[in-house]
């Protein structure tokens, strides 16, 4: 997992490289079920901006 470190110096609109792995849940509820699929990050990059 990805801790508070990791993020230090990324903010909101920057472009960033993420890798890990899919994890694929399933939830019950009565007669339904559901599925989501997750990325659980275990490393976070942020990439160098080119200037116009």
Do not use: C, N, W
């Amino acid at each position: 997992m990805v801790g508070p470190r990791a993020l230090e110096g990324i903010g909101k609109g920057d472009p960033v490289l993420v890798h890990g792995h899919l994890v694929r849940r399933f939830y019950r509820s009565g007669a339904g079920a559901r599925s989501l699929t997750e990325v659980v990050a275990t490393g976070i990059k942020k990439l160098a901006t080119q200037e116009p």
